[in-house]
């Protein structure tokens, strides 16, 4: 953790972290950012020195910045298709000054999985199939989209060597390769640990 960091006063509670963010963007924050508890947990699993996480839809950066913060020594990449989520992430990230966390403006079928030891991915392609609980009104329903976007990430992670750390937040175990075993199951079955086999 940057102990040193006047910037502790930000990773006590949700509240004062969303507090970084415009209005619009801490009102959908229980919905769609991940909790401070969930990202420290899962930052610890995922964590390695040097080693590099993706963040599979990153949005406006809370779990790529709050792991990054208590885990130095670990690499965040977070990557998002939405242009003013991702500039929102990188000005926060630039205010607290981490410098191993990087954020990456695209869609996540454009990077290749090789370039990560491990991933954290909350749900993010579900709004592809429920638009009205998302974020803003850019996305229309599209289960094919949907499907497209899952597989693409499943034969990613069926690729990653044995070994390979993933932690999920909602969503559906089917989305998961076979080839990863359950590690961890906790908070009501919402936060999920995988390893691959
Ligand atoms: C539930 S939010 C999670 C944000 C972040 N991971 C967190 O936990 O704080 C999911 C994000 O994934 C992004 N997303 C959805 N589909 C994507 C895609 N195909 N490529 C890149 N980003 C995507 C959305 O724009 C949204 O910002």
Redesign the pocket.
Known sequence: MHTESLNVVYFDKDTSFDYLYPRRIQNLSEM???PLEIAKKSSEYLSGPNSKVL?I????G??CIVAGFFEPETLFY?????ND?FNLAESVKNTLVLPNVKFIH????ALDFDLFDSF?F????Y?NIKPDLG?DTKIEANAELYSY?TNYVYQQLDQRPSGTRLVTYHGSIKQIPSSYKLIDNTHHYALKMWMRE
């Open positions: 769609h950012w991940t963040d839809g990153s949005g406006v809370k779990f977070g990557v998002e298709q939405r989520l695209n869609n996540i079928t954290y909350f749900n993010s392609f709004e974020i976007y």
